[in-house]
Nanobody, 125 residues
Framework: QVQLVESGGGLVQAGGSLRLSCAAS????????MGWFRQAPGKDREFVAA????????YYADSVKGRFTISRDNAKNTVYLQMNSLKPEDTAVYYC??????????????????WGRGTQVTVSS
């Protein structure tokens, strides 16, 4: 069992930056690949980024590539999402998720095992 708690969301102007954090507790954090997803009002939840258990591999949605960076610190049981050059279309609730298949980077939300409750990110134009 893993408990995930996101933080760092807020209101930012277009072009600004935010850094999201997701703190994990419970089983060994390094047992999991980690992902970030987001859900905008009226839309399905969508994949944003994923990172393997040892940070050896990362993968991004095309919509955020070059603007967002996922990273993790296994000593702190935390995964991060650095978001730069934010756009109004980035407005959503952002969720972190843990995948027991720690070697693969998966983009389908149903394949992840544990989820946080989310943090709101709002980008004004």
């Amino acid at each position: 069992q893993v408990q995930l708690v996101e933080s760092g969301g807020g209101l930012v102007q277009a072009g600004g930056s935010l850094r999201l954090s997701c703190a994990a507790s419970g089983r060994a954090f390094s047992d999991y690949a980690m992902g970030w997803f987001r859900q905008a009002p009226g839309k399905d939840r969508e994949f944003v980024a994923a990172i393997s258990w040892n940070s050896g591999n990362t993968y991004y949605a095309d919509s955020v590539k070059g603007r967002f960076t996922i990273s993790r610190d296994n000593a702190k049981n935390t995964v991060y999402l650095q978001m730069n050059s934010l756009k109004p279309e980035d407005t959503a609730v952002y969720y972190c998720a843990a995948d027991r298949n720690r070697y693969r980077l998966r983009t389908t939300d149903s394949l992840y095992d544990y989820w946080g409750r989310g943090t709101q990110v709002t980008v004004s134009s």
